[in-house]
C-alpha cells in the first residue's frame, strides 16, 4: 500500500469513529460537542499536510494554508467574540497569497476547497437551507479531512472523473449530495404511514397525523399551528417554538397535528461518507 493510500484509509478511519459517535449523541440528546469537530478538523488537517509534502515536498505555502484553515476552525468553535473584518480578512490573505500564483497545481486546488466550502455552507446555513450549526460544522471537518477524495484498496468503486466536475463535486459536497437523497427517506415513511391509514393526497410525503400528546414525546416536528384561530401549515418550527405550537393547539380544541419526522442530518451525513467514500458519487456515473 502506498503512503497517499494509508493517509486516505487513515483519514477514513477517523472520520467514520468521529461522525458515528456524532450521530450517536444527535439521536440521543439532539445536540453534539464540538469536540467531534476540532478532533476530526486537526487531525484531517495534520493528514493532508502530511500527504501534500508527500507529493510535493516541503512548500512555505502550506503553513499559510494550515493557518487559514486553523482561522476557519476558530471561527466555527470558538464561541468567543473576534472581530469578523480582522478575522475574515486574515483568513483570506492566508489562502490567497498561496493558493494564486500555483493554480495549475491540483494540490493547491484542492487546498482552495476549504474555504470556498466554508463560504457555500454557511451561506446554505444562513439561508435555512442547512437548519442545525452542528451540521455545518460537520460539513466543514470533512471537508478539511477530505481536500482530495481518499483512495484505497481499490476504492471507491465509482472512478473519480478528472476535470470540472471532481472540482465542484468535492467530496464533502458529494457527501451532502448523497446525504441529500438518503434524506428523502423520511419521505417514503410518510407516504407507507399515510396509505397504511388511507389518507392519500399531496402532503402523504411530506407529513402525517399524530395525536398531541405522542408527538410532544416523538422525535417530530409540527408543521401545523393555530394562526389566526384557524389550523395552518408551517414551516419546520425551530425546537423552543414547539411547546407553543402544541399549546396554542390543545387551547384551540386539536386532538391530532401533521407532523414530520425528526432525523438528525449527522446521520445521514455519515451514511452518505460512508458510501461515497467507498462506493462513490452516483453523479460520476453520468459524467
Known amino acids: 500500500m502506498e503512503s497517499g493510500e494509508i493517509i486516505g484509509l487513515a483519514a477514513f478511519a477517523a472520520a467514520m469513529a468521529v461522525l458515528v459517535s456524532a450521530s450517536i449523541s444527535d439521536w440521543k440528546k439532539r445536540e453534539v460537542s464540538d469536540i467531534h469537530w476540532a478532533v476530526l478538523g486537526i487531525f484531517g488537517l495534520a493528514l ?26 476558530i471561527d466555527m468553535l470558538w464561541e468567543k467574540e ?9 483568513t483570506a490573505l492566508l489562502f490567497i497569497v498561496p493558493i494564486y500564483p500555483n493554480l495549475s497545481e491540483d494540490i493547491f486546488i484542492a487546498w482552495a476547497s476549504i474555504p ?32 482530495v ?7 471507491p468503486l ?19 449530495f448523497v446525504a ?14 399515510n396509505a397504511k391509514d388511507g389518507k392519500i393526497s399531496r402532503k402523504m410525503f411530506s407529513s402525517y397525523e399524530m395525536g398531541i400528546s ?11 399551528d393555530i394562526v389566526d384561530g384557524k389550523k395552518e401549515k408551517i414551516k419546520v418550527p425551530e425546537e423552543e417554538e414547539m411547546k407553543g405550537i402544541y399549546t396554542r393547539l390543545r387551547e384551540a380544541g386539536c386532538e391530532k397535528v401533521r407532523v414530520t419526522p425528526m432525523i438528525p442530518f449527522i446521520v445521514p451525513i455519515t451514511a452518505a461518507a460512508a458510501a461515497v467514500i467507498l462506493i462513490g458519487n452516483p453523479l460520476f456515473l453520468i459524467f
Open 48 to 73: 493532508f499536510i502530511i500527504y501534500s509534502m508527500n507529493i510535493t515536498g516541503f512548500r512555505w505555502e502550506y503553513i499559510c494554508l494550515a493557518a487559514g484553515t486553523i482561522l476557519i476552525l
Open 82 to 90: 473576534i472581530n469578523p473584518f480582522l478575522l475574515y480578512f486574515l
Open 116 to 147: 470556498l466550502c466554508y463560504i457555500v455552507y454557511l451561506g446554505m446555513y444562513l439561508s435555512g437551507i442547512l437548519r442545525g450549526g452542528a451540521d455545518v460544522k460537520c460539513l466543514m471537518a470533512v471537508t478539511i479531512a477530505f481536500p
Open 149 to 155: 477524495y481518499p483512495e484505497f484498496f481499490g476504492l
Open 158 to 176: 465509482i472512478d473519480i472523473p478528472e476535470g470540472v466536475i471532481s472540482r465542484i463535486f468535492v467530496c464533502s459536497v458529494s457527501i451532502l
Open 180 to 193: 441529500a437523497i438518503f434524506s428523502l427517506s423520511t419521505a417514503a415513511y410518510s407516504a407507507a404511514r
Open 214 to 224: 405522542e408527538a410532544e414525546g416523538a422525535h417530530v416536528w409540527p408543521v401545523e
